[in-house]
């Protein structure tokens, strides 16, 4: 019998025989160490919330993005674009997406079950060097991939393998990494100008850890248990009785090396991290302003006047404003008062226009150049009082519940019936007429300017007031010299929200002193990504909420410094 022919072997692809395969299957297998240690990093990663600033050197980062690279995807189709985010304006931006979703997010969820949500950081945009996108282009037709035709997700499961990759590569090298879906899709989309077929998995933080938590951090805050290994496993097919149970249903900013050295020096005092709640996280994001923490501030009341009262939509006269106005200025008015015990200063304001103002109704509130000079003026104002400490907004304005109403509703896309409140002393018959009078401002406001209505400027020109536009103005600087900037209403935190759609980065400058009963406040609040430290049910306006808030802040900022420091315990 012949010798049998030398196997050919070939030079590209695999060079293994049938034969071998079939004497030793495990053959493709990694030595013993290789494979414990890939297990070890497996159980390992971890989704991180906590970074400290130091660069992400780009040869590390370089290896992570390989790895997402080496991904399976669905007919090799690599789906994936990875959009890395340094920009510091970017992350602004994002930060405050990400604090709006997590808030609507909580309110979906039970009272207990929301409490324990906001306690915990779900992100960590501002904190990260880094922040790397992942997006799946799938501007082809499903039908074109192959392995898309039946599963049209594919794609996207190929890009959630990326990040896992991804997540496995920085935990070996000690980085931290923390995918953060806080954000409405198309909102991030935009940020980021990916064009139509291109979608976001949501926002990965990269950068060195702060925190090497040996379990899962949700696990930790005893938010849930990992399922055992047998309760997911199903033999063949679905069982018709029994089977798993359902899933449970529950300008610049500050850079990196400020959001964490607040962080750090509450770290070193003793008392547990977080002791006080939310507080704790209005004093971190205080510090992360500036070096030296505030020890006192000025309470701003800002007066304006609003012909819509002709329409009978307060219970007092426009001459009140005045009176108000004066009894700061003297010292003995209720804001004024309560400033003075909080350890504030006060300066009264009465923002006027130069020009006839109209009542929203028939006419625009202010004229464009008038919405310049007040925003100029309080802008002005705003970096006179930079070095004194906090800004607390304060207002007084005999109609300015129905403007701030107007206003909400442009800026928000609501409806009359859901932002018109009481005010102060309404009754029914009042809301009704507030109510038609601000749908009757929107018909107006939106047939005149069009679609430019949603711009700030022209919102506020349209339905908003004199005492809007400076507090607006007086915002914006505040927030650009890192002073904190205590809000108190509705009023004030719509002349806020202004300054944020104008400038994005004076978000990481706001505190929400109160949440009022005003109806809107809460969805304005909401949109601004703020928690607010008290909910008092407060009326009072004039800057009374915020100046309460401010002294719960300062007193929460010395008690911070007072206590004992700690010890850094050996890790040996």
């Not at 919330?49 to 590390?60: G, H, I, S």
């Not at 599963?151 to 896992?164: G, Q």
């Not at 679905?238 to 020096?265: C, I, Q």
């Amino acid at each position: 019998m012949d010798h049998p022919w030398p196997r050919p072997v070939p030079l590209v692809g695999d060079p293994t025989s049938a034969a071998q395969r079939s004497a030793d299957p495990a053959g493709w297998s990694f030595d013993a160490v290789t494979v414990r240690a890939l297990h070890a990093v497996l159980a390992a990663r971890r989704d991180v919330r906590r970074f400290r600033p130091d660069e992400v050197p780009r040869e590390v980062l370089s290896q992570v993005l390989m790895a997402g690279h080496q991904a399976p995807s669905v007919g090799h189709s690599q789906p994936w674009r990875f959009v890395v985010v340094r920009d510091q304006a970017t992350r602004d931006r994002a930060a405050l997406m990400a604090d709006r979703e997590r808030l609507r997010q909580a309110e979906m969820l039970t009272e207990e079950r929301r409490a324990r949500l906001l306690d915990l950081q779900l992100e960590g945009i501002r904190e990260a060097p880094v922040g790397v996108i992942v997006a799946c282009d799938r501007r082809v037709a499903a039908g074109g991939v192959l392995g898309r035709a039946s599963f049209a997700e594919a794609d996207m499961w190929s890009c959630a393998c990326a990040i896992e990759n991804m997540w496995l590569a920085s935990r070996a090298v000690g980085l931290g990494l923390g995918w953060v879906t806080l954000f409405q899709p198309e909102e991030l989309a935009a940020l980021l100008g990916l064009p139509q077929g291109v979608e976001t998995l949501g926002w990965l933080c990269v950068g060195w850890p702060d925190e090497r938590p040996p379990t899962p951090g949700l696990e930790r805050h005893g938010w849930s248990e990992r399922i055992r290994l047998e309760d997911v496993i199903i033999e063949e097919r679905w069982p018709s009785v029994g089977g798993p149970a359902a899933p449970v249903s529950h300008l610049a900013g500050p850079e990196p090396a400020s959001v964490v050295a607040g962080r750090d020096e509450g770290d070193r005092r003793l008392t547990v991290p977080g002791s006080l709640g939310i507080l704790d996280h209005v004093v971190n994001r205080v510090l992360a302003l500036r070096r030296e923490p505030p020890t006192s501030g000025t309470l701003v009341v800002a007066a304006g006047d609003h012909p819509v009262t002709r329409h009978g939509v307060s219970a007092f006269s426009p001459s009140v404003t005045g009176d108000v106005l004066a009894a700061t200025r003297s010292g003995v008015s209720f804001g004024a008062v309560t400033a003075r015990e909080a350890g504030l200063a006060v300066e009264a304001v009465h923002a006027v226009a130069r020009r006839p103002s109209g009542d929203i109704v028939n006419a625009d509130a202010l004229d464009p150049l008038d919405v310049e000079m007040l925003f100029r003026s309080g802008h002005e104002s705003g970096r006179r009082l930079a070095a004194d400490g906090l800004v607390c907004l304060g207002e007084v304005g005999i109609g300015n519940t129905t403007v701030a109403a107007a206003l909400a509703c442009v800026l928000l896309g609501m409806g009359s019936e859901e932002a018109v409140g009481l005010g102060a002393g309404a009754d029914s018959a009042m809301v009704r007429r507030k109510r038609d009078v601000v749908a009757a401002a929107l018909a107006r406001a939106r047939s005149a300017h069009g679609e430019r209505l949603c711009q700030p400027e022209v919102a506020l020109g349209a339905v908003g007031g004199p005492e809007i536009a400076f507090l607006a103005g007086l915002t914006v600087a505040a927030a650009g010299a890192r002073v904190p900037v205590v809000l108190d209403g509705l009023v004030t935190s719509l002349a806020a929200l202004v300054a944020v759609r104008m400038e994005p980065a004076v978000h990481s400058a706001l505190v929400a002193g109160q949440r009022s009963r005003e109806v809107a406040h809460a969805r304005v609040l909401g949109e601004l990504g703020l928690e607010p430290l008290l909910q008092l049910r407060v009326r009072a306006g004039e800057g009374v909420g915020a100046c309460l808030a401010a002294q719960m802040l300062l007193t929460a900022i010395r008690s911070r410094h007072a206590t004992a420091t700690v010890e850094e315990a050996s890790l040996d």
